[in-house]
Antibody, heavy 118, light 112 residues
């Protein structure tokens, strides 16, 4: 059974860098699939942030591209998100997820609330 | 970006009755390879989203057959044949034809 688990600080100061990790169990990242970060501001809908393929090819939301970096560590079976220069508008629940090209976002982490403080 | 627009945004339903949610995309989701990259997700209260349907009409593993998806091009529909109490939550449509993947605003289904 594939499981994803987000981890990282729940509170980040404005202008600093948000760093999150998604640990994957039950499946080897190097075996394939797209691995993604999405977020949901409090009381709002879902936004896609970035995806990475097991090969390391990355894809970023143009609205965040200048501030976001996604990476993968296949040896430790996790992938990471860094978001620079955060503001209050980056306050959200951040989800990591696994997607096949055709079959949707099959697996999601439980989500982690990150609050940006001023 | 492709804009996804759902209706209604709020859907009160009596248990046992059918329900229907519409989603319209700002451009056609049908690429040249014939696969329409369109999904439906349900986010139950306090939970992560869960995949219900992909490629417009294929139910994900474990999804009850009372859920069905249809549509083509720019107009899509999710139908629940008989709503049950466990179906409450927010339903999202999503396009995966092009990046960034984009979601509808969400439709909140509640039981009357």
């Amino acid at each position: 059974q594939v499981q994803l688990q987000e981890s990282g600080p729940g509170l980040v100061k404005a202008s600093e860098t948000l760093s999150l990790t998604c640990s994957v169990s039950g499946f080897s990242i190097s075996s394939g699939f797209y691995w993604a970060w999405l977020r949901q501001p409090p009381g709002k809908g879902l936004d896609w942030i970035a995806s990475i393929y097991h090969s390391g090819d990355t894809y970023y939301n143009p609205s965040l591209r200048s501030r976001v970096t996604m990476s993968v560590d296949t040896s430790q079976n996790y992938f990471s998100l860094q978001l620079n220069s955060v503001t209050a508008s980056d306050t959200a629940v951040y989800f990591c997820a696994r997607r096949a090209a055709l079959t949707g976002y099959l697996n999601w982490g439980q989500g982690i609330l990150v609050t940006v403080s001023s | 970006d492709i804009v996804m627009t759902q209706s209604p945004l709020f859907l009160p339903v009596t248990p046992g009755e059918p329900a229907s949610i519409s989603c319209r995309s700002s451009q056609s989701l049908l690429p040249s390879n014939g696969n329409t990259y369109f999904d439906w997700y349900l986010q139950k209260p306090g939970q992560s989203p869960q995949l219900l349907i992909y490629l417009v009409s294929t139910r994900a593993s474990g999804v009850p057959d009372r859920f069905s998806g249809s549509g083509s091009g720019t107009d899509f529909t999710l139908k629940i044949s008989r709503v049950e109490a466990e179906d409450v939550g927010v339903y999202y449509c999503m396009q995966a034809l092009q990046l960034p993947h984009t979601f509808g605003q969400g439709t909140k289904l509640e039981i009357k």
